[in-house]
Each structure stands twice: as C-alpha cells, then as structure tokens.
C-alpha cells in the first residue's frame, strides 16, 4: 500500500520560509520522479516543481528562485525548500509520484498524499 505524507506546513509572514517533507512508503521511492502541486481554495491544483528520479528539477516560473526541492532517497523522503514567501503561495501543498504523461498535468500522477497546509501573511 503506497502512502505518501507531507508535513512542515502552517503560518508564516511573508518573506519568510518553510520546508515542506513527505514520507513515502510502499513504492521503490528511488524510482519515481516526485512532484509538488498546490492548490489555492477555489483554484486548480497547479503544479510546483518536479525531480526526477535521476536528479533533474523543474520549477514553476512563480517559485523558481525561491523554491528548492530535493530528496533523500536513502529516507524515502521529498522535500521542498520555501524561501521569501509571498502571500500568493498560500494554498494547500500536495506530493505526488509520476505515472506518466505531461509532468505538470494532475493526470500523469498516481499516488498523492493527503496536502499540507502553508499560509502567507501580508
């Protein structure tokens, strides 16, 4: 049974940080491309950043720069790494394990997590 679990979010003021985790479990960690997504209420679930099971990142052009995904597949462990938050990052963050398609389509996921919350204040 795979799990996934992020951890790490809550309330920060703006230009603050924060790092997200998530755990997985049940799944040859190593060999998946991992992916965060957010969601702000009301909106899509959009995606954040990716890397890949070799190490190549991706990011999103409104966090990259500020954001840093990494992992530790010695801890079957992703991670994001948040800086200078802006108010507009405030949304729920979700981990995801690639299954294949477009890597910024919500589709090409087939295990998610269960989010964690980052608000932003002003």
């Known amino acids: 049974q795979v799990q996934l679990v992020e951890s790490g979010g809550g309330l920060v003021q703006a230009g603050g940080f924060l790092r997200l985790s998530c755990a997985a479990s049940?799944?040859?960690?190593?060999?998946?491309?991992m992916t965060w997504f957010r969601q702000a209420p009301g909106k899509e679930r959009d995606f954040v950043s990716c890397i890949r099971y070799s190490g190549g990142t991706e990011y999103a052009a409104s966090v990259k720069g500020r954001f840093t995904i990494s992992r530790d597949n010695a801890k079957n462990t992703l991670y994001l790494q948040m800086n200078s938050l802006k108010p507009e990052d405030t949304a729920v963050y979700y981990c995801?394990?690639?299954?294949?398609?477009?890597?910024?389509?919500?589709?090409?996921?087939?295990?998610w997590g269960q989010g964690t919350q980052v608000t932003v204040s002003s």
């Open positions: 049940g799944l040859t960690f190593s060999s998946y491309t």
């Open positions: 995801a394990a690639y299954a294949g398609g477009t890597y910024y389509s919500t589709n090409a996921y087939r295990y």
